[in-house]
């Protein structure tokens, strides 16, 4: 089986930094992803990993560590747009299969 | 580029009674993927789709639920009888190729009475 922990919510401040923690236990894994979904919307894409290490995509970032079996979604410069569910899902089976979501992180963004 | 286009938005049924969602993906899009999102909960995916063949269904609870892909392009999400526990969103996902990065469309919100 497959299984994702991150935490249910996380509340920051407009303008500051906030890390996303996402472990997980999978067989076959391949790569994480991270989706974000605004109330009453449809997930959108925002990184991929598939390799150790950050990747960066303008005011967000994602780092994977294999070893460690645990991700994170690191968001700059807070915007109140930014309140939404964040989810980290798992990629496996070479690649080949469906993504494994987890249960969603809800970020409240304060001014 | 149009998006992933799913109708109807919303549905209510009384449990019992057939309900079918369609979904047109991106134009181009091979795969084609059904999740089920409970409240609170992230996307569960049912089934998945390379062109015209399932290739993932072990998801899919088969004795009320049935899926199709006609010609490789639109699909049908199938629920026969439904059940209270079915309420949920039904969102339908292309990508070119299998991999990371999906596609969503707006999902269609079910609710069973």
């Known amino acids: 089986g497959q299984s994702l922990e991150q935490p249910s919510e996380v509340t920051a401040v407009e303008g500051a930094i906030v890390q996303i923690n996402c472990t997980y236990q999978?067989?076959?894994?391949?790569?994480l992803s991270w989706y974000q979904q605004h109330d009453g919307g449809a997930p959108t894409f925002l990184s991929y990993n598939g390799l150790d290490g950050l990747e960066e995509t303008g005011r967000f970032s994602s780092f994977l560590s294999r070893s460690d079996s645990y991700g994170y979604l690191l968001l700059q410069e807070l915007q109140m747009k930014d309140s939404a569910s964040y989810f980290c899902?798992?990629?496996?089976?070479?690649?080949?299969?469906?993504?494994?979501f987890g249960k969603g992180t809800h970020l409240i963004i304060q001014p | 580029e149009a998006g992933v286009v799913q109708s109807p938005r919303y549905k209510i049924i009384e449990k019992k009674q057939p309900v079918a969602f369609w979904c047109n993906p991106i134009s181009g899009h091979n795969t084609l993927y059904w999740y089920r999102q409970n409240l609170g909960q992230g996307p569960e995916l049912l089934i998945r789709y390379e062109n015209e063949e399932a290739v993932d269904d072990s998801q899919l609870p088969k004795d009320r639920f049935s899926a199709e892909r006609l010609k490789g392009v639109d699909s049908t999400l199938k629920i026969q009888p439904a059940e209270l526990g079915d309420s949920a969103v039904y969102l339908c996902?292309?990508?070119?190729?299998?991999?990371?990065?999906?596609?969503f469309g707006p999902g269609t919100r079910l609710t069973v009475t």
């Open positions: 996902a292309s990508s070119p190729l299998r991999g990371p990065e999906q596609y």
């Open positions: 899902a798992v990629l496996s089976g070479g690649g080949a299969d469906g993504l494994t």
């Open positions: 999978t067989s076959g894994f391949y790569g």
